[in-house]
């Protein structure tokens, strides 16, 4: 009996929903690592402490550092699983069901999304706990700035998923792709102060509008106030979906 794509859509979820939470590697890395690096990063950073000059010209924030962590290992996890579902052949035979290319990658991302979801309120609550007074960030807000970042940043993650060969090369593919957007984003110096080229490349790296959004939201500001960030995360999402399901190989 064939099922309804919406319907697999929620059973192929479930199923690896189910999967992940059986390693308990990847299920503890994912939820409790980047509380630990907020942690470690904003005691070194002095998080609660009076900023002198020099960390005020930092833009460094430990709290959205962990928050595109969350993303990146979500994007490193999806490459993972397809590849090893590519090699096995477990794809192969997904080709005979009614499951297309977005509906496979969909479940993924849903899968990816809820613990990405997970480890943010472990990390928000960390935070509560470890700096009371000074994680005041509108917790919705933020919660919503990470979910539309992680979607977009994962749509890159589409691309490389759908044509990368083998599990062996998943990692340094996803570690060659990912690190350097996340140099570029302006996590750790001002964007502005990149050359004109690397401005441009950024300008097409979720990562670069996600850092953004997230400093806006945490400062306060809102999404208004960065409502084109918040836009080319959308745009970007559209873009590299569109191309992942063109390029998509499922042998």
Same mark, same amino acid.
């Given at each position: 009996?064939?099922?309804?794509?919406?319907?697999?859509?929620?059973?192929?979820?479930?199923?690896?929903?189910?999967?992940?939470?059986?390693?308990?590697?990847?299920?503890?890395?994912?939820?409790?690592?980047?509380?630990?690096?907020?942690?470690?990063?904003?005691?070194?950073?002095?998080?609660? *402490?009076?900023?002198?000059?020099?960390?005020?010209?930092?833009?460094?924030?430990?709290?959205?550092?962990?928050?595109?962590?969350?993303?990146?290992?979500?994007?490193?996890?999806?490459?993972?699983?397809?590849?090893?579902? *590519?090699?096995?052949?477990?794809?192969? !035979?997904? !080709?005979?069901?009614?499951?297309?290319?977005?509906?496979?990658?969909?479940?993924?991302?849903?899968?990816?999304?809820?613990?990405?979801?997970?480890?943010?309120?472990?990390?928000?609550?960390?935070?509560?706990?470890?700096?009371?007074?000074?994680?005041?960030?509108?917790?919705? +807000?933020?919660?919503?700035?990470?979910?539309?970042?992680?979607? +977009?940043?994962? +749509?890159?993650?589409?691309?490389?998923?759908?044509?990368?060969?083998?599990? *062996?090369?998943?990692?340094?593919?996803?570690?060659?792709?990912?690190?350097?957007?996340?140099?570029?984003?302006?996590?750790?110096?001002?964007?502005?102060?990149?050359?004109?080229?690397?401005?441009?490349?950024?300008?097409?790296?979720?990562?670069?509008?996600?850092?953004?959004?997230?400093?806006?939201?945490?400062?306060? !500001?809102?999404?208004?106030?960065?409502?084109?960030?918040?836009?080319?995360?959308?745009?970007?999402?559209?873009?590299?979906?569109?191309?992942?399901? *063109?390029?998509? !190989?499922?042998?």
């Amino acid at each position: 009996m064939r099922f309804p794509s919406l319907r697999g859509f929620w059973k192929l979820s479930w199923l690896e929903a189910k999967i992940f939470a059986r390693e308990p590697g990847g299920f503890v890395v994912t939820l409790i690592m980047p509380a630990i690096m907020f942690i470690i990063l904003g005691r070194a950073f002095g998080v609660g *402490r009076p900023q002198d000059a020099v960390a005020a010209a930092t833009p460094f924030n430990s709290a959205i550092f962990a928050a595109i962590v969350i993303a990146i290992n979500a994007v490193q996890s999806l490459l993972q699983i397809i590849a090893i579902y *590519r090699e096995g052949g477990i794809l192969k !035979r997904l !080709r005979a069901t009614p499951l297309s290319p977005v509906t496979i990658l969909g479940a993924h991302v849903l899968v990816k999304l809820g613990y990405a979801v997970l480890s943010l309120i472990v990390l928000l609550i960390a935070g509560r706990r470890m700096f009371p007074g000074v994680v005041q960030v509108n917790t919705l +807000s933020f919660t919503l700035g990470v979910v539309l970042s992680t979607m +977009s940043i994962l +749509s890159v993650g589409f691309v490389l998923a759908s044509v990368v060969p083998t599990s *062996r090369f998943a990692q340094m593919v996803g570690a060659m792709v990912l690190y350097p957007m996340l140099a570029l984003s302006g996590l750790f110096f001002s964007a502005e102060s990149l050359p004109s080229f690397l401005k441009v490349a950024g300008a097409f790296m979720p990562t670069t509008h996600a850092v953004t959004l997230l400093y806006g939201i945490w400062d306060g !500001r809102g999404w208004i106030a960065h409502w084109e960030s918040a836009a080319m995360l959308v745009v970007l999402f559209g873009v590299y979906t569109a191309i992942s399901t *063109r390029v998509f !190989r499922w042998e």
